[in-house]
């Protein structure tokens, strides 16, 4: 039998080490608070001064964290690929992002609202 897109998201959250520590119910909460989106290339999907309102896991494709130079240049943080996280700070810290976070190819992202994630962190410290 096929396994329905709660049970894909469970295993696909199950994959996030910081997540491994929610048993079973926990996860299933943050599945079905979790929204798949397909992005396209060069979608910016966090933009450098934002308050990210969500958390990212990347399910297949690649983000790319940069933040902009003064002389116009692209200086470049990291090349996230399938497994990653980012905007991961936001449960943490009510601060603003401090890079851009945009797709370099399409990509499929479950997205979670931070303020979700921190009630999650809340109950479950």
Same mark, same amino acid.
């Given at each position: 039998?096929?396994?329905?897109?709660?049970?894909?998201?469970?295993?696909?959250?199950?994959?996030?080490?910081?997540?491994?520590?929610?048993?079973?119910?926990?996860?299933?909460?943050?599945?079905?608070?979790?929204?798949?989106?397909?992005?396209?290339?060069?979608?910016?999907?966090?933009?450098?001064? #934002?308050?990210? @309102?969500?958390?990212?896991?990347?399910?297949?494709?690649?983000?790319?964290? /940069? !933040?902009?130079? =003064? &002389?116009?240049?692209?200086?470049?943080?990291?090349?996230?690929?399938?497994?990653?996280?980012? #905007?991961?700070? @936001?449960?943490?810290?009510?601060?603003?992002?401090?890079?851009?976070?945009? /797709? !370099?190819?399409? =990509? &499929?992202?479950?997205?979670?609202?931070?303020?979700?994630?921190?009630?999650?962190?809340?109950?479950?410290?």
């Amino acid at each position: 039998m096929a396994e329905n897109g709660a049970e894909v998201r469970v295993k696909q959250l199950n994959n996030i080490r910081l997540f491994r520590q929610f048993g079973q119910d926990t996860l299933s909460e943050m599945a079905k608070a979790a929204i798949l989106r397909r992005v396209p290339k060069n979608k910016v999907l966090t933009h450098l001064g #934002d308050i990210p @309102r969500y958390i990212y896991y990347i399910i297949h494709g690649k983000v790319r964290l /940069s !933040v902009p130079l =003064s &002389d116009g240049r692209e200086f470049i943080f990291s090349d996230l690929g399938p497994g990653d996280t980012f #905007d991961l700070t @936001r449960l943490f810290l009510a601060r603003h992002s401090n890079m851009n976070a945009a /797709s !370099v190819v399409e =990509s &499929d992202l479950l997205q979670i609202e931070a303020a979700f994630m921190a009630s999650v962190f809340d109950k479950h410290p």
